[in-house]
T-cell receptor, first 113, second 115 residues
């Protein structure tokens, strides 16, 4: 059973629409992360979330993005008004243990048309 | 600023042979972690191995070992006895050992294992 489950696996949306990407960890992880990987490029950090608040965010994570943990288990990334350049694979990761190992979900491929 | 360099965009290795994937890093933090992840064509990111900056011995996990040279700031991944299923992208990542810090990923190396 994977440490992290992401849904949906693939999301197709029209430019300007809102999307919500979901992440569910398997156990009581405290740290959550979202990363983005544009096709063929390296993985980029978006935001980290700890104790129900953002602990760090990158310059990519602008006002169009938001994260929340609405019910104590799901962890969501919302893109308010999608742009073509938001097309990418979005990974959720959670961290546990003293070694700071981050376990990644299988990703959500977002395609903005 | 933290930075990870992987100078090999692509590598080929014969099945059953060993291969080394290079990774150099740049950080001024005294405490940090180095990670390797595998990304097969299906897209998921699979954790392979971890090395802490204060670890005295090089990390090993099955067929994976990490050649950690702290003074040179390198953390090369060695895969022994390559298998066809090892064909994938491999990313080196640096983690600063502070609360709320994130990973900085390298650009990756695409490994192709030949039969």
């Amino acid at each position: 059973e994977p440490e992290v489950t992401q849904t949906p696996s693939h999301q197709v949306t029209q430019m300007g629409q809102e999307v919500i990407l979901r992440c569910v960890p398997i156990s009581n992880h405290l740290y959550f992360y979202w990363y983005r990987q544009i096709l063929g490029q390296k993985v980029e950090f978006l935001v980290s979330f700890y104790n129900n608040e953002i602990s760090e965010k990158s310059e990519i994570f602008d006002d169009q993005f938001s994260v929340e943990r609405p019910d104590g288990s799901n962890f969501t990334l919302k893109i308010r008004s999608t742009k073509l350049e938001d097309s990418a694979m979005y990974f959720c990761a959670t961290q546990r243990g003293a070694k700071n190992i981050q376990y990644f979900g299988a990703g959500t491929r977002l395609s903005v048309l | 600023a933290q930075k990870i360099t992987q100078t090999q965009p692509g590598m080929f290795v014969q099945e059953k042979e060993a291969v080394t994937l290079d990774c150099t890093y740049d950080t001024s933090d005294p405490s940090y972690g180095l990670f390797w992840y595998k990304q097969p064509s299906s897209g998921e990111m699979i954790f392979l191995i971890y090395q802490g900056s204060y670890d005295q011995q090089n990390a090993t996990e099955g067929r994976y070992s990490l050649n950690f040279q702290k003074a040179r700031k390198s953390a090369n991944l060695v895969i022994s006895a390559s298998q066809l299923g090892d064909s994938a992208m491999y990313f080196c990542a640096l983690f600063r050992d502070n609360y709320g810090q994130n990973f900085v990923f390298g650009p990756g190396t695409r490994l192709s294992v030949l039969p």
